[in-house]
């Protein structure tokens, strides 16, 4: 079976820089997938904030556009997520979640097939 490891989180200061991985246990079987980053801060629901599909189009949720950007390598299987300018509120857990046969990117946590257990990212001074 197919396990998602999340990496990378941390402490970091307000302006800083993450980058987050999410790793992959074996390659995947279907031609056609979408696999997205959410997060939850503490108090709020968890919230999708970027996706990309198998062919690599990509979608942005208002509040991270421009600031977040989702990439995969699909050599390594691996899912990443390049956070710059950070602020106090992206304090969250994140998290990386998987939808099968799928051609068009999706954040609907609902409909999702395979989570990872999450990666915590603390941004404070």
């Known amino acids: 079976q197919v396990q998602l490891v999340e990496s990378g989180g941390g402490s970091v200061q307000p302006g800083g820089s993450l980058r987050l991985a999410c790793e992959q246990s074996?390659?995947?079987?279907?031609?056609?997938?979408?696999i997205a980053w959410f997060r939850q801060a503490p108090g709020k629901e968890r919230q999708g904030i970027a996706a990309?599909?198998?062919?690599?189009?990509?979608f942005y949720e208002d509040s991270v556009k421009g600031q977040f950007t989702i990439s995969q390598d699909n050599a390594k299987k691996t899912l990443y997520l390049e956070m710059n300018s950070l602020k106090p509120n992206d304090t969250a857990a994140y998290y990386c979640?998987?939808?099968?046969?799928?051609?068009?990117?999706?954040?609907?946590?609902?409909?999702?097939?395979?989570w990872g257990q999450g990666t915590q990212v603390i941004v404070s001074s």
């Open positions: 990309i599909t198998s062919h690599d189009q990509t």
């Open positions: 074996r390659q995947r079987t279907y031609l056609y997938y979408s």
């Open positions: 979640a998987y939808r099968a046969n799928v051609a068009a990117v999706n954040l609907d946590e609902s409909v999702c097939n395979l």
